[in-house]
């Protein structure tokens, strides 16, 4: 299974990005999907989320401006970023946990990076 993400780039302040993961490979069901962060000297963190029953979840600095969400037929998983932040700028990765192997496996995309300039 490979998750491949895509969309970062530079923007300024106030401007928009949509990033998109898309997984690959032998899949047979996918619970949750998730986007996360991180920025130089500091650790990943969890910016939003999405079940399988659609429900999410959003780091507080993120609520009202990032929306994720999913399209099982295609397995992805995308983030529509508006009002961005320089403080938003980092690498951002997504996760799916697969089912597999009889269990629920985590796995990362490499990343993209995400610039917003002032």
């Known amino acids: 299974v490979q998750l491949q993400a895509s969309g970062g780039g530079l923007v300024q302040a106030g401007g928009s990005l949509r990033l998109s993961c898309a997984a690959s490979?032998?899949?047979?069901?996918?619970?949750?999907m998730g986007w996360y962060r991180q920025a130089p000297g500091k650790q990943r963190e969890s910016v939003a989320v999405?079940?399988?029953?659609?429900?999410?979840n959003y780091v507080d600095s993120v609520k009202g401006r990032f929306t994720i969400s999913r399209d099982n037929a295609k397995n992805t998983v995308y983030l529509q970023m508006n009002s961005l932040k320089p403080e938003d700028t980092a690498v951002y990765y997504c996760?799916?946990?697969?089912?597999?192997?009889?269990?629920?496996?985590?796995?990362w995309g490499k990343g993209t990076q995400v610039t917003v300039s002032s």
């Open positions: 490979g032998s899949i047979f069901r996918i619970n949750g």
């Open positions: 996760n799916m946990d697969v089912w597999r192997f009889g269990t629920w496996v985590p796995y």
């Open positions: 999405i079940r399988s029953g659609g429900s999410t």
